[in-house]
C-alpha cells in the first residue's frame, strides 16, 4: 500500500507564526516612512508637500533633463528627513554652430543654449554650412551627423595638443559645406584646407610636423593646404 503524503502544516504554522510579525513590522514600517507628516517636504519649488520615498527620482531627473536640456547631467539625492537635493551639472561647449540659429554643441554633438553667457564662449570656434545637414535643430537634440562628430573630434584632439596651442593656432571658423573640402579660418586670418572630412587625423599631423619644420608663425602665414601630399604654404 502506498502511504498517504502528509501536508506539512506544522511547518507552515511555524513559518506564519516567524514571520508574520517581521512583515506586520516591514508594512507598519513602509506605511509610517510614506505617510508621516516628518517626511514630506516643506521648502521646494518642484516637490513642495510631497513624501520624500514617494519621489521616483529617476523619473524627477529625466523630468528635469527635458526641462533644461542645457544641463548634461541631472542627479537627484534624498536627504533625511524632508529635502530632495538636485545637482545640476552643465554641458560644457566645444564650439558655436550656425543654423537657423546660432546653438552651443558639447562634445557629444549635442545642441544647447547656455543659461548664462560667458566671455570664454565668444572665442569658441563658430561652425558653418550644416544648414542643409541639420533640420529642425533645436537645444536638447542630438545629431549624429557625420562631418559634425568628426569635427568635434578634430576640435578635442588639437585642444589636446600643447604644441599646437602654443602655437597660437586658434580656430575662429570652421566652414563645413562641403564635406571633402574643409576649411578653418584661424582668429590671425589664416586660412587653412584640410581637404575631406574623412583625413582629419592625418592632417591634424601634418599640422604638428609643420610646427617643428616652419617657423609657424600664423601671422605671417596667409593660407595652407593640406590636400595634396606635400602641405602648401604661402606666406603674406
Known amino acids: 500500500m502506498r502511504r498517504k503524503s502528509r501536508f506539512p502544516v506544522r511547518i507552515i504554522l511555524f513559518s506564519i507564526f516567524c514571520f508574520a510579525p517581521i512583515f506586520l513590522l516591514l508594512f507598519l514600517s513602509y506605511r509610517y516612512l510614506t505617510t508621516s507628516g516628518y517626511f514630506k ?3 521646494s519649488e518642484y516637490f513642495g508637500g510631497q513624501n520624500i520615498f514617494k519621489i521616483d527620482l529617476k523619473t524627477q531627473a529625466q523630468r528635469l533633463s527635458n526641462l533644461y536640456p542645457d544641463y548634461k547631467h ?13 545637482d545640476f551639472n552643465p554641458r560644457q561647449p566645444v564650439a558655436r554652430i550656425a543654423l537657423s540659429r546660432d546653438f552651443y554643441v558639447d562634445d ?10 560667458s566671455k570664454d564662449n565668444s572665442q569658441l570656434p563658430l561652425i558653418v554650412g550644416l544648414d542643409e545637414r541639420i533640420s529642425s535643430p533645436r537645444s536638447g537634440a542630438k ?8 569635427i568635434l573630434e578634430f576640435i578635442d584632439n588639437l585642444n589636446k595638443d600643447s604644441r599646437l596651442t602654443e602655437a597660437g593656432l586658434k580656430i575662429k571658423e570652421i566652414n563645413l559645406a562641403n564635406a571633402n573640402d574643409v576649411f578653418l579660418f584661424t582668429i590671425d586670418g589664416c586660412k587653412i584646407n584640410l581637404g ?15 610646427i617643428s619644420e616652419i617657423n609657424f608663425d600664423l601671422t605671417k602665414i596667409e593660407y595652407i593646404d593640406l590636400r595634396f601630399r606635400e602641405p602648401v604654404v604661402k606666406y603674406r
Open 196 to 210: 575631406g572630412i574623412e583625413s582629419l587625423n592625418k592632417d591634424l599631423s601634418i599640422l604638428q610636423r609643420l
Open 108 to 117: 557629444e554633438g549635442v545642441l544647447f543654449y547656455p543659461e548664462r553667457e
Open 74 to 86: 541631472i542627479t537627484l539625492k534624498r536627504r533625511l528627513p524632508d529635502r530632495i537635493v538636485i
Open 41 to 43: 517636504i516643506k521648502d
Open 143 to 150: 545629431f549624429n551627423e557625420k562631418s559634425l562628430l568628426a
